[in-house]
T-cell receptor, first 118, second 113 residues
Framework: GAVVSQHPSWVICKSGTSVKIECRSL??????MFWYRQFPKQSLMLMAT?????????EQGVEKDKFLINHASLTLSTLTVTSAHPEDSSFYIC??????????????FGPGTRLTVL | GENVEQHPSTLSVQEGDSAVIKCTYS??????FPWYKQELGKRPQLIID?????GEKKDQRIAVTLNKTAKHFSLHITETQPEDSAVYFC????????????FGAGTQVVVTP
């Protein structure tokens, strides 16, 4: 159990376009999901906390108008990178908590989305 | 906010030897400390975690110790095998959070046969 999927697994886009990434909890309800960005050989940097039915909470330095997060249901959160630029190229990973599960602290990670902006 | 420091950044060990990775945290109210293993291009996988009411936890070749007073926790891998080669991240759950995690910088572990 506690499986998280992400789509797409990789995407290449032109500078100035927008890209949407989906994060789904497949076998549990996730009231809270998290979005991370990971540059090569670096750690996971939390971008925002996504709460179902309310606005996301962004970490300091993350532009909320550039990285739009929508958590419209208990199993789906989306991250839209608007007006993407080459410096937005990165590995984007989501995670979710299963609050009904045995280990409610544990975060289950999606497989990640590799974004390349040309 | 929470600050997690992790050392060393790289660790080379001979197969069969032990590996130890250490992390410190700054928020004394943090109460959950997971360790993740990440292979290149893959998602982080939880390998062990510990809560603040426990000092040590073991799962086969992997153990974690927590010293709340000193605000540090460590990962111990015994009898290392080549498949243990990966990047390992520690994390802590800050007090202000909805369960969000602050990650350490990571340790690249290389186990040589």
């Amino acid at each position: 159990g506690a499986v998280v999927s992400q789509h797409p697994s990789w995407v290449i886009c032109k500078s100035g376009t927008s890209v949407k990434i989906e994060c789904r909890s497949l076998d549990f309800q996730a009231t809270t999901m998290f979005w991370y960005r990971q540059f090569p050989k670096q750690s996971l940097m939390l971008m925002a906390t996504s709460n179902e039915g309310s606005k996301a909470t962004y970490e300091q330095g993350v532009e909320k108008d550039k990285f739009l997060i929508n958590h419209a249901s208990l199993t789906l959160s989306t991250l839209t990178v608007t007006s993407a630029h080459p410096e937005d190229s990165s590995f984007y990973i989501c995670s979710a908590r299963d609050l009904q599960g045995y280990s409610y602290n544990e975060q289950f990670f999606g497989p990640g989305t590799r974004l390349t902006v040309l | 906010g929470e600050n997690v420091e992790q050392h060393p950044s790289t660790l080379s060990v001979q197969e069969g030897d032990s590996a130890v990775i250490k992390c410190t945290y700054s928020d004394s109210a943090s109460n959950y400390f997971p360790w993740y293993k990440q292979e290149l291009g893959k998602r982080p996988q939880l390998i062990i975690d510990i809560r603040s009411n426990v000092g040590e936890k073991k799962d086969q070749r992997i153990a974690v110790t927590l010293n709340k007073t000193a605000k540090h926790f460590s990962l111990h891998i015994t009898e290392t095998q080549p498949e243990d080669s990966a990047v390992y991240f520690c994390a802590a759950n800050p007090s202000d959070s909805w369960g969000k995690l602050q990650f350490g910088a990571g340790t690249q572990v290389v186990v040589t046969p």
